[in-house]
């Protein structure tokens, strides 16, 4: 198929009827002005070395990591982008402490993970966008952090984009998952699959398989059953893919099915998981169930969460139902 049989964004968010009603003016404003700053980033994540763009800037984020020159980069190419959009209320970022209020009268919030797989960066693996828009609960309060914290159930849209090979976006508005890929000739992003979904079953599971020794047992009961295959529990036997860039392993686990987890372990007992919940599990939670998956941190629902701070972490484990239930049923 030819580009030019492809809708794009913009065409896209004009016609589309979520739930059968149209995307409002402000939100589609709002989620052109995200898509359009991936088109840049794309372009800029594409030209690394030659730009001085890879390495680490020496500085440190509110999670404690040391963050990565892209990690800054992108995320001040996203707020210069949003920044002046009117739907906006505020905007809240992994690699900063506190949200930034914006000039917008509507009352939008948009979340996001800058730049997700910084340890690929500078091995030249892909990486991502990840994104979360909710709506302000009360639109005439001054922006307070406690704004952001509401569960997952109330996204309005969320989405991510996959910097590798090709440039592709996954976007949920609440009904169903649509995919798109930048035509990097000009900067569109154009509508490839209308309808995607998660097969219920899988043969295909990612993790660190480095941390085994730090997992709870469900974790690991799961795991050893995956690797014995049919010698073991199991009716079928297992592959392992595992990029260590969540919005890589979560497109893989999109697009042909399969299970992804970062279970909380051992190393750190007070911190409930590594992934931060607003940034990465509840966007990626929202696409997940929208293609017809699952998302758990074990026992509960992760978009049934009540997050209780704007960095929260979570214990993710997510995709295919059959084996989701089953992960579930293991920590029951
Ligand atoms: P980020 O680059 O936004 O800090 O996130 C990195 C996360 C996630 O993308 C990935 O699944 C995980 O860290 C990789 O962890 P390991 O280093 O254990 O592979
Ligand atoms: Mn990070
Ligand atoms: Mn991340
Ligand atoms: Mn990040």
């Not at 030819?2 to 404003?29: E, M, R, W």
């Not at 002046?84 to 209320?89: E, Y």
Request: proline share 4%; aromatic share 6%; net charge negative.
């Amino acid at each position: 198929m030819s580009s030019s049989t492809h809708i794009n964004f913009k065409q896209y968010l004009a016609s589309a009827k979520p739930a059968g009603v149209a995307v409002p003016a402000g939100l589609q404003d709002l989620l052109t002005a995200v898509v359009n700053t991936c088109s840049i980033l794309s372009h800029e994540v594409a030209q690394g070395a030659l730009i001085g763009l890879l390495g680490s800037a020496g500085t440190g984020n509110v999670q404690g990591e040391v963050q990565q020159k892209l990690d800054i980069i992108a995320n001040d190419l996203l707020i210069d982008g949003v920044k002046g959009c009117k739907s906006l209320a505020g905007l809240a970022s992994e690699e900063m402490e506190l949200p930034v209020p914006v000039q917008g009268t509507g009352d939008y919030l948009l979340l996001f993970d800058p730049l997700d797989g910084s340890s690929n960066i500078d091995v030249n693996v892909s990486i991502g966008t990840i994104f979360s828009v909710l709506k302000k609960q009360d639109p005439n309060a001054p922006l307070q952090t406690s704004d952001f914290l509401l569960s997952g159930r109330h996204q309005v849209a969320a989405g991510y984009v996959v910097y590798g090979p090709q440039t592709t976006m996954a976007l949920t508005l609440g009904d169903g998952v649509v995919m798109f890929t930048l035509n990097k000739l000009t900067g569109e992003f154009l509508l490839i699959n209308d309808s995607v979904t998660i097969s219920h079953s899988t043969k295909e599971f990612a993790i660190n398989m480095s941390n085994m020794r730090h997992w709870a047992d469900p974790v690991r009961r799961y795991v050893e059953e995956c690797l014995a295959g049919v010698s073991g529990a199991r009716d079928k036997d297992f592959n392992m893919r595992w990029i260590a860039s969540m919005v890589a392993d979560v497109h893989r686990v999109l697009s042909r099915g399969g299970v992804f987890m970062y279970p909380w372990d051992q190393r750190e007992p007070h911190k409930p998981g590594k992934l931060r919940l607003m940034y990465e599990a509840n966007p990626m939670s929202f696409l997940v169930e929208q293609a017809g998956g699952a998302s758990t941190n074990g026992t509960d629902l992760i978009m049934d969460l009540q997050p209780t701070d704007l960095h929260e972490r979570v214990s993710v484990m997510l995709g295919s139902k059959e084996e989701i239930d089953r992960i579930q049923h293991y920590h029951s």
